[in-house]
């Protein structure tokens, strides 16, 4: 994509912001959103900044009946000295592309979905919350526009992204869950849109989710789609297991979303020394481990709560309880590591802090 500016449109009045306190995931939104257009004829093309606002789309637009969508997941922090900044924004987009590859969306110029990034929260940094935990969550996506109704690649998308100050995932520090392993539905199989990030992964996993969440869990453990016996992903997140002092990871299999903080969490252990596998790893195996007495800690990784101690997993009406349902020594040294680089209170060695420079929305373009 050629270099282009972004115009922008400021909204006339600005919204009253939440209270720390009251913060829920998701629910707020900030003044403004970034869109991007395409078509077949023009590309990618009026990048801008507008207020935040409702789409007008055709009620025959692709999107609602075919599902051509993508999205992504990252976060702003606000450090102690009172800058902003993103945690690994490029790994986001490189996922964003292979997730566009898969749905046969169009990509996106990376370098120019990141400065839009970055301008976007220059302009509404004020929104970020400064309590212990909290941030501003961003969410990119892309979804087709064009009113017809063929099952064919759309010719018109839109990209946006939108912005919400979030509450600490954690609001007592972070505490083991309940987990259920699910043994009647999947989320994916190889071959499928298991490693893209696109809405109907999500919406199928809803069915599994709904019927733990009375019994006490706070979300499922998925196992292969295939064989029923590989274990795949935690609710929405990467799964890891320290066992007899080698934590275990599932390898990506091509159903199996690749997490930016699954890459962060196995760089990590890396540097450190810990020793960490990326392979198949059964139930079976992790029931063995822990009648063993050898299964040490569970956890799962992900952006919006960065580590999620797991301190039981019910499989076959059998509960496990791990690591006596506390959370785990390497667990806690991940969460306070990542979120010390996140937040800028600790050192970062692997460069994947980018800055938000205060002087990034000078690069905008005041539409008349």
């Not at 600005?14 to 913060?23: D, N």
């Not at 993508?70 to 996922?95: D, M, S």
């Not at 706070?218 to 080698?246: C, H, P, T």
């Not at 006596?324 to 050192?347: H, S």
Request: glycine share 8%; net charge negative.
């Amino acid at each position: 994509m050629e270099e282009r500016t972004i115009r922008l449109d400021l909204c006339s009045s600005r919204k009253e912001k939440p209270k720390t306190q009251q913060l829920e995931f998701g629910r707020v939104f900030t003044d403004h959103m970034f869109i991007m257009d395409y078509s077949d004829e023009l590309g990618w093309n009026d990048p801008r900044i507008v207020p935040y606002q409702p789409l007008s789309i055709d009620p025959s637009a692709m999107v609602f009946h075919y599902g051509q969508s993508v999205f992504e997941g990252l976060k702003a922090y606000l450090t102690p000295n009172g800058e902003a900044q993103l945690f690994r924004p490029e790994k986001n987009f490189h996922r964003l592309n292979r997730s566009n590859s898969r749905l046969c969306i169009p990509p996106i110029d990376e370098e120019f979905a990141i400065k839009a990034i970055q301008q976007l929260v220059a302009l509404e940094k004020d929104w970020i919350p400064d309590a212990e935990g909290t941030s501003l969550y961003i969410r990119p996506f892309i979804i087709s526009t064009e009113p017809y109704l063929g099952v064919a690649p759309s010719r018109h998308y839109k990209f946006i992204i939108i912005l919400s100050p979030v509450g600490a995932y954690y609001k007592e520090g972070i505490n083991p869950i309940k987990i259920a392993v699910e043994n009647q539905y999947v989320r994916a199989v190889t071959g499928g849109t298991g490693e893209a990030k696109t809405g109907g992964n999500y919406a199928s996993s809803l069915k599994a989710q709904e019927s733990v969440a009375g019994k006490g869990f706070a979300q499922v453990l998925w196992l292969d789609g295939v064989e029923r016996k590989y274990v795949e992903e935690v609710g929405s997140m990467n799964v890891f297991f320290k066992i007899n002092g080698e934590v275990v990871t599932p390898a990506l299999n091509g159903s199996i979303l690749e997490g930016v903080t699954r890459n962060s969490v196995i760089q990590l252990l890396n540097h450190w020394n810990v020793p960490i596998v990326e392979r198949k790893i059964s139930m079976e195996e992790v029931y063995q481990a822990h009648q063993d007495g050898v299964l040490e800690e569970a956890f799962g990784a992900g952006t919006a709560a960065v580590v999620s101690p797991i301190g039981q997993l019910t499989w076959n009406d059998e509960s496990l309880i791990i690591n006596d349902a506390k959370t785990g020594n390497v667990a806690k040294k991940l969460y306070d590591t990542l979120t010390g680089i996140q937040y800028g209170r600790v050192d970062d060695p692997f460069n994947w802090v980018v800055k938000v420079e205060e002087n990034c929305e000078m690069g905008l373009r005041a539409s008349v």
